[in-house]
């Protein structure tokens, strides 16, 4: 389940808020952590930040690296517990500035929100299944997808309206990274599949060849490739006409690169031979390889480099914004 997080690489954790007594979960005997945490972690502008907030993904990052072969030690839990607590910290600043702005969102915005994410799996409990899977129920959920919304306006608002990418920037960026931009030749072709017995012995090949024959012939009469494919083709992309899609020499078996890289656009093999059967190959399209121009690539740069700077200036906003904050931190 991927939260909508503005900006992730910097939130890396999905929270939620939660309540609990004491310390935060202890005593369970599902606990997995060596660490404890009190009940509140932080106090943001007399705004608690619960521990079982931090408690629940810190026990899931923990249960990955175990999964991993690789068991985090106290000072690591502690190490990390530290971090999402920061992290926490910085969410409810952004959002404790949206609301002090007047930024809304409005029930209406959250629903169409939690729809489109709804949307994405096959069914509502399939959704609610996989919330299951990270310990959450849909108004935790809710509650989550409205501090992104939070965060997602008072980015929009306040740092990326100033992030200005120069093409000079850009293209210092292409000439460094020329490698990221420079793509081997591609070749899409599709293929026909008559497989044959060999318990039926040589007439049996030979059965199978002279049909094969007899369809190629009518391919180079003018016949429809793909839909000769459909109707003959044993090969699993039969129902697409056969249409292998576009490769390079490397993603395709020899006996057909070596072909395809040879043959021009619209070209039919003879019949060859594989493991599988026969089989026919038809070019239907190739792009040369090479660098590709700084002008293709400027937009996607720019989008790149922009994300970036957002990035970097979404931290520089949070820490400014702690200078004015009242933080207490109880961990």
Do not use: C
């Not at 083709?233 to 292998?244: F, I, N, P, R, V």
């Not at 993603?251 to 619209?266: D, I, N, W, Y």
């Amino acid at each position: 389940m991927k939260r909508f997080i503005p900006l992730s690489f910097i939130f890396i954790f999905g929270l939620t808020f939660g309540t609990s007594l004491g310390w935060a979960h202890s005593g369970h005997k599902h606990d997995e952590l060596k660490i404890k945490l009190p009940k509140v972690v932080a106090k943001v502008n007399d705004q608690d930040i619960k521990g079982d907030v931090i408690f629940r993904e810190l026990k899931k990052a923990a249960a990955q690296y175990k999964k991993r072969g690789m068991p985090l030690t106290a000072d690591q839990e502690k190490s990390a517990a530290k971090t999402l607590i920061e992290d926490e910290i910085g969410r409810t600043l952004l959002v404790l500035k949206a609301k002090e702005m007047g930024v809304k969102v409005t029930e209406k915005m959250l629903s169409e929100r939690l729809a489109e994410v709804k949307a994405k799996f096959k069914s509502d409990s399939i959704f609610e299944h996989r919330l299951a899977d990270r310990g959450m129920t849909v108004d935790e959920y809710k509650q989550e997808l409205e501090i992104d919304m939070f965060m997602d306006q008072i980015i929009k608002k306040e740092i990326e309206p100033k992030i200005k990418i120069d093409e000079k920037d850009s293209r210092a960026y292409y000439e460094k990274n020329k490698s990221k931009f420079d793509s081997p030749e591609k070749v899409r072709a599709s293929i026909m599949l008559l497989k044959f017995n060999p318990s039926k012995g040589k007439a049996g090949e030979q059965a199978i060849l002279k049909k094969f024959e007899s369809i190629l012939d009518q391919v180079k009469n003018g016949s429809d490739f793909a839909a000769m494919a459909q109707q003959h083709s044993q090969d699993s992309l039969a129902s697409k006409g056969g249409d292998l899609g576009y490769f390079t020499r490397e993603q395709m078996l020899p006996a057909f690169s070596t072909r395809a890289f040879k043959m021009e656009v619209g070209e039919v093999s003879d019949i060859f031979r594989t493991g599988h059967g026969f089989h026919v190959i038809k070019v239907t399209d190739k792009k040369p390889g090479g660098l590709s121009p700084f002008d293709n690539e400027k937009a996607k740069i720019e989008k790149f480099l922009a994300k970036k700077k957002v990035s970097q200036a979404t931290r520089d906003y949070i820490e400014a914004l702690k200078k004015q904050a009242k933080i207490k931190n109880y961990f």
